[in-house]
């Protein structure tokens, strides 16, 4: 089963940006379509992107649209989330997942790491 490591977390002003590193371990994630979700206290788990395992497509939630980018060195066993003009409502813990199937549904992803805390002032 691969590992996963979040990094990249931590407290920015509206309208910054923050980008998020997701390290895996055990094994490569050239085998793996790879996600990302958020989770803000008191509400569900809400998935915001996910990535084939080419690289070559894409998903993003609405709410990130346009403003969020993931992408993916597989050489490097490494996904990234790029995360820019950062709102109040992005305050969460992200965490990163790796899917042995599909990549446009929280559902499809069955390993998880631990989360990183983004938070955004006002």
């Known amino acids: 089963q691969v590992q996963l490591v979040e990094s990249g977390g931590g407290l920015v002003q509206a309208g910054g940006s923050l980008r998020l590193s997701c390290a895996a371990s055990?094994?490569?994630?050239?085998?793996?379509?790879m996600g990302w979700s958020r989770q803000a206290p008191g509400k569900e788990r809400e998935f915001v992107a996910g990535i084939s395992r080419s690289g070559s497509a894409t998903y993003y939630a609405d709410s990130v649209k346009g403003r969020f980018t993931i992408s993916r060195d597989n050489a490097k066993n490494t996904v990234y989330l790029q995360m820019n003009s950062l709102k109040p409502e992005d305050t969460a813990v992200y965490y990163c997942?790796?899917?042995?199937?599909?990549?446009?549904?929280?559902?499809?992803?069955?390993?998880w790491g631990q989360g990183t805390q983004v938070t955004v002032s006002s």
């Open positions: 997942a790796a899917s042995s199937g599909g990549y446009l549904s929280i559902a499809d992803f069955g390993s």
């Open positions: 055990g094994r490569t994630i050239r085998n793996y379509a």
